[in-house]
């Protein structure tokens, strides 16, 4: 391979170049790169884990890990540069090397994030109430659980002082493309309604039976290189 042609690990991907990788299995979500291993016990997760962590110590490259007695959860991100870079992306397939050595198959329709956003004139004025209600740290215009076990809050500009002019708080639940309208569909029988489509497949914005809102949201179709 010539100089040219090496990858810059430095480099973050476009969300369209992460689509365009041989990944099967992994899903771009809102935090990064992720992937859920069915195992279906706890001494081949156990195994799978020790696989995985050999791996990224030989990588020099870390994931975050979540282990149940069903299921590996991965999540892969380079924290240096705030994105997903070909670091992440030959660790993933390496992963999947390692997941297809021990019989253990990936699950990308059980792949979701929830983010939790909120709608407000001035979000400088109350991140800190939520940071030290959350516990969180703030990053940039976004709020983030330290620990990784919580959502992302985010705030949502708009144009009011009126507290009741709309629903403050709506979820962002960040899935695989693959399985996106699947879940419209299901929300949708479940007695929700779509009330804006017309950034699909970014994301759709539904409502249940009381004018709630929550949007499914997707990594295509979406400018630059960040979620």
Known sequence: MTESSTPDPQRTLSNDEIAQ???????RLAGGLFARFETGDFQTGLELVSAFGAAAEEAGHHPDLVL??????????????????????????AFNGLAKVHSVSAAPAALAEVELALDTPDHEKIAPFWAAVLDYEQDGDELVDPSGRGP???FQKRDSEDAEASQRFHLDVWVSP?????????????GGTVVDESQAPSFV?????DGNKAC???????AGTGS
């Open 152 to 154: 992302t809050m985010w």
């Open 68 to 93: 149940t007695y069903p299921a590996l959860e991965v999540k892969l991100v380079s924290h240096d540069v705030g994105g997903i870079t070909s670091r992440d992306i030959q660790l993933a397939q």
């Open 21 to 27: 990788q041989d990944l099967p299995g992994w899903a």
């Open 205 to 209: 914005v539904l409502a249940d039976a």
């Open 216 to 222: 499914i949201c997707t990594s295509l179709d979406r």
């Open 178 to 190: 693959d399985v996106a309208q699947d879940r419209i569909s299901a929300a949708t029988a479940a």
